[in-house]
């Protein structure tokens, strides 16, 4: 895309061309971005030393979950892959997280405060007996480190000698629980000072580290909950309890698979690090240019464009940070401005941006991180869960469309000319391959294979497309030389008809192409699985596309790839110096694995896997630095470089999630020691009366509250330890046991509103974070975000009350009925919340069209008839209202324009 020009203001009037230059700098940008960068405030000032040890142990982390999945070695014992995982990246952690600066008097008075507090605790645990010296003194010596990588100026190569030794002490502690898992095991329920002063070093790091990349209020709440498990037998009412010990508590949390190493951080370190380093492959491999491409050309035309474009890339970019927050910061930091140009105020304009971000962590296939936990929670398949996941995400994505259509409609905010937006059909044509990846990971889900398994199918699929398309790229050249200057492609063409019959034709002719393909492999290798024989055909179609694609665009002397354009020489050199990194990378990790096994024939498969881990990371490293100029021109084609970047970049993007699972884990260890779950769910069911509705409003609250200094992954695995249970319990009546429906339902509700807590005032974290961009104000910003976002509150009540939605036991009749009722049904509950449809709408007529909303949204015959009825003869009464008024302003006849504060 050459140029764009801004979009027309809402005044009608022509843009000036400082607003296209200013807005097309914006889009450049945009394009450009890295959506797996989250934009943490990390250490800036260490010295280039540390940067290539932060690299080196960054790699070696990502190895070994390459080594240890499904497609390789399989993972180790819980108690051997989770210390490693966690204690690899609490290391990580206070490498790159400097402690947070204390900038006023009070902010140092309070900090102090909280430090002597500390030691007064500790001093009066040990006068009292509450604890042993083993607890107390590695307290003091953890609390000590913390306050000195604050104050003492002793650092080494500019990172504090304390977190240092912080990060010393993680690795320790992750050593001591994976070299002595199997006593740990056979002494379970033995409490001996050394595993308990283990275990006080390592909750103390886990929440300082919390408290470093998280904030303080989940560090907070880990405290309250293990305060809560000591002072059980003095508090009031239904929250007493027995009571444990200081060390009881300790080796529970730490010692035991019900709280740090519970299924938090092992689902983190089994599955949800392998979808981060797909998400990083897809970046690397130019998979985030194409979307932003693809939404820019599908949506930037429309009215409202760059609102809807910042919808279709937050979504896209939210599934795989899973982050609210850092979605909206990093993305909003290239939508907001463009949507302030277009002429949406600052509110509106962060709204739409957090709303959207926030949605993100809803939408398949990677959700954030809460679906593999629910995954391991529930016990359901990975893909069950996608299933129920799909239709309330085109819900929630469609109302935001729906809302910001009719917003921009009234405000008449445009869209851009589509002569000058990529077009859509050229562009599944020549980079559509890059979806091949995405398509492989539902369909390897679907056929039942584990979430890791199509994890790394998916990655290896992805890389071997682009590895073999830049082998392919000097017969491009060769056999389809271009025609003089290559010049732009043409703009799409009028009929939308015409295109979308070329685009079903193209797609329909890739997957005959695929059929034949597969029955060739079969016919050829009869001996052959069925999954090595849908790679096959995966790389081999994406190579041909590509080629294809190519060699057309060069014949007919349209734009294609920029690294063609140069003569064969030039691109054969280039392709040589990509091939030769890898090649010799292939052949050194191969040298390497013997060396490690002939030079540790009996170090056990733990110790070995690690050390494979270790040294490959050592050998590419060196590589990486030898290969350090040949590097390719275009982001989108992979080098040793960009691979190993992108790997280091999953990990660096895994941290946060880290450690909000062993902070979570805490929290659901202390609420099964004490059984607070239980007495809570009961509690919602008395509160609630024993009625469903109640329950879930109850819920809810419980959900957003919870959410308001909670990650979402920490929001969920509390929720669904409180309020899923009760849910379940009402939704399960007499019956014996719980449907899979039931299940589902409960958890999807308990997850949606831990996602919705970052856009509901008055602690909306992602608006917050969006008006740090728009300079808007927090509070009107989650306003009109929960009103863009107007479904996510509404279909979770709904698909407890009919699982339809979540297509739950029903036929494909019946699964096409829920989905095209509901989507009607989110519109109609969308125009109600704008208020405007060709002309402005009553109060009473918005209540009857939310209402006509939430009646299509049950999934019933008649609800379905009364709701499409209502909404119906509301939006063609004001159809044709809106279509008389344009008839009197072209007559000449004065019309009031609506006025909105958006």
Request: net charge positive; with cysteine; glycine share 10%.
């Amino acid at each position: 895309m050459s140029t764009t020009p801004a979009p027309s203001p809402a005044d009608g009037t022509a843009p000036s061309p400082a607003t296209v230059k200013e807005l097309e700098h914006d889009l450049i940008e945009l394009e450009e971005h890295s959506f797996t960068e989250t934009g943490a405030a990390t250490r800036v000032d260490r010295q280039p030393v540390w940067r290539w040890v932060v690299f080196f142990i960054a790699l070696a982390f990502a190895l070994f979950h390459i080594i240890t999945s499904p497609v390789f070695e399989g993972s180790l014992p819980a108690r051997q892959q989770g210390p490693f995982h966690l204690s690899l990246g609490l290391c990580l952690i206070f490498l790159l997280y400097p402690v947070k600066p204390r900038l006023t008097k009070r902010q140092q008075y309070f900090g102090w405060f909280l430090t002597a507090s500390g030691l007064i605790v500790l001093v009066a645990i040990a006068v009292q007996g509450i604890a042993g010296w083993y607890v107390v003194l590695p307290a003091l010596g953890v609390l000590a480190l913390v306050q000195a990588a604050r104050y003492v100026p002793l650092r080494l190569g500019g990172i504090p000698f304390a977190d240092l030794v912080l990060a010393g002490l993680s690795v320790f502690t992750g050593y001591y629980v994976f070299s002595n898992y199997e006593t740990i095991i056979r002494t379970a329920g033995i409490l001996t000072p050394a595993n308990v002063a283990v275990g006080t070093v390592a909750l103390l790091l886990i929440l300082v580290a919390a408290q470093r990349v998280l904030g303080s209020a989940l560090v907070i709440l880990a405290t309250i909950m293990l305060a809560y498990a000591y002072y059980g037998p003095v508090l009031p009412g239904f929250l007493r309890h027995p009571g444990y010990s200081v060390d009881r508590i300790v080796n529970t949390s730490f010692f035991t698979d019900e709280a740090v190493f519970g299924t938090p951080i092992r689902v983190s370190a089994t599955v949800i690090f392998l979808f981060l380093i797909f998400a990083a492959m897809l970046q690397r491999t130019g998979m985030e240019r194409f979307f932003t491409d693809a939404a820019l050309g599908a949506t930037g035309w429309s009215t409202g464009g760059t609102a809807k474009v910042a919808v279709a890339t937050s979504a896209f970019s939210g599934t795989i940070t899973g982050s609210s927050v850092a979605n909206t910061v990093s993305n909003g930091a290239f939508t907001i401005p463009m949507m302030k140009k277009s002429g949406y105020k600052p509110n509106y304009s962060g709204a739409v941006e957090a709303a959207s971000s926030t949605g993100g962590q809803i939408a398949p296939p990677i959700m954030g991180a809460g679906a593999f936990i629910m995954m391991e929670i529930t016990r359901i398949p990975y893909a069950e869960i996608l299933k129920a996941a799909i239709i309330p995400a085109i819900l929630f994505f469609t109302a935001q469309f729906v809302v910001i259509h009719f917003d921009s409609k009234r405000l008449h905010i445009g869209g851009i000319p589509k002569a000058l937006l990529p077009s859509v059909r050229q562009l599944m044509a020549a980079r559509g391959y890059l979806l091949i990846p995405i398509v492989a990971i539902f369909i390897l889900l679907s056929m039942g294979f584990s979430p890791g398994f199509a994890a790394m199918a998916s990655i290896g699929i992805a890389i071997g497309i682009n590895i073999l398309i830049q082998l392919f790229a000097p017969a491009v050249v060769a056999l389809s030389p271009a025609r003089g200057e290559l010049k732009p492609p043409p703009p799409p063409v009028s009929s939308r008809l015409v295109g979308s019959a070329q685009l079903l034709a193209f797609t329909a002719l890739a997957f005959g192409v695929a059929w034949v393909l597969y029955l060739g492999v079969a016919a050829v290798a009869p001996g052959m699985t069925r999954l090595n024989r849908m790679t096959v055909v995966a790389l081999v179609l994406g190579v041909l596309v590509a080629v294809i694609a190519q060699l057309i665009a060069r014949w007919r002397g349209f734009e294609g790839d920029t690294d063609l354009t140069e003569p064969l020489r030039a691109v054969a050199v280039r392709t040589i110096q990509v091939m030769v990194p890898f090649v010799a990378t292939i052949a050194a990790l191969w040298g390497v694995r013997w060396l490690v096994e002939t030079a540790f024939p009996d170090a056990g498969r733990a110790w070995s896997v690690v050390a494979l881990a270790f040294a490959y990371a050592a050998a590419t490293t060196l590589l990486v630095v030898t290969f350090s100029k040949w590097r390719t021109f275009s982001d989108d084609k992979l080098s040793l470089a960009s691979l190993t970047d992108g790997l280091v970049s999953a990990t660096r993007i895994a941290l946060p999630i880290i450690v909000a699972c062993a902070t979570a884990g805490i929290l659901a260890g202390m609420i099964t020691l004490t059984g607070l779950g239980h007495k809570l769910a009961d509690g919602l069911i008395s509160l609630g009366g024993g009625h469903l509705i109640p329950v879930l409003a109850l819920s809810m609250l419980a959900c957003l509250i919870l959410g308001i200094g909670l990650p979402t992954t920490a929001n969920y695995v509390v929720t669904a330890t409180l309020a899923a249970p009760a849910i379940i319990v009402l939704l399960q009546g007499d019956l014996a046991a719980p449907t899979v429906a039931m299940v589902l339902s409960a958890h999807l509700f308990v997850y949606y509103f831990g996602v919705m807590a970052d856009i509901t005032p008055p602690v909306c974290l992602a608006a917050y974070a969006a008006c740090g961009i728009s300079g808007g104000d927090p509070i009107r910003t989650g306003g009109h975000a929960v009103r863009i976002a107007i479904s996510g509150f509404v279909v979770p009540f709904m698909f407890v009350i009919s699982p339809q939605l979540l297509l739950q036991n029903v036929t494909w009749l019946e699964g096409i009925h829920a989905a095209v009722t509901s989507l009607a049904g989110v519109f109609f509950l969308g125009i109600a919340m704008v208020g405007f449809f060709q002309s402005r709408i009553s109060w009473p007529e918005r209540i009857a069209l939310a209402v006509a909303g939430v009646l299509l949204l049950h999934f019933g015959v008649l609800t379905d008839v009364i709701g499409l009825v209502v909404g119906l003869v509301i939006t063609l009464l004001h159809y044709r209202i809106g279509k008389a008024r344009e008839a009197a302003k072209v007559a000449g006849i004065p019309v009031a324009a609506g006025t909105s504060d958006v």
